[in-house]
């Protein structure tokens, strides 16, 4: 399993940016699929973003597509979601997963490890 730790979540005005960060203990990490999800008060779960291996392949959200941008660095062991254009609709905890399995990663199951979050707000 990887220990998984994101950062850069705050407070934020709507049409503002932040970069959240998510840092992973593996020593393998280029050979895994990672992902981003986030949760809002009193709503499930949902997937935002997701990244192969390799950082060839991402995936986003309908909903972020244009928005956001999600990258890696395999030598830095981090991945990185940017997040612009921020509207009060993206409040949520950001979620990072990671798992052997793109397919995995972007359905957001039976995934192998996930941070603790970190907390995005954006205020109108």
């Known amino acids: 399993q990887v220990q998984l730790v994101e950062s850069g979540g705050g407070l934020v005005q709507a049409g503002g940016s932040l970069r959240l960060s998510c840092l992973a203990s593996?020593?393998?990490?280029?050979?895994?699929?990672m992902g981003w999800f986030r949760q809002a008060p009193g709503k499930e779960r949902e997937f935002v973003a997701a990244?192969?291996?390799?950082?060839?392949?991402?995936y986003y959200a309908d909903s972020v597509k244009g928005r956001f941008t999600i990258s890696r660095d395999n030598a830095k062991n981090t991945v990185y979601l940017q997040l612009n254009s921020l509207k009060p609709e993206d409040t949520a905890d950001y979620y990072c997963?990671?798992?052997?399995?793109?397919?995995?990663?972007?359905?957001?199951?039976?995934?192998?490890?996930w941070g603790k979050g970190t907390l995005v707000t954006v205020s109108s």
């Open positions: 593996a020593r393998t990490f280029s050979r895994y699929a």
């Open positions: 990244i192969s291996s390799s950082g060839g392949v991402t």
């Open positions: 997963a990671a798992d052997p399995s793109l397919v995995a990663v972007r359905r957001g199951t039976s995934i192998n490890s």
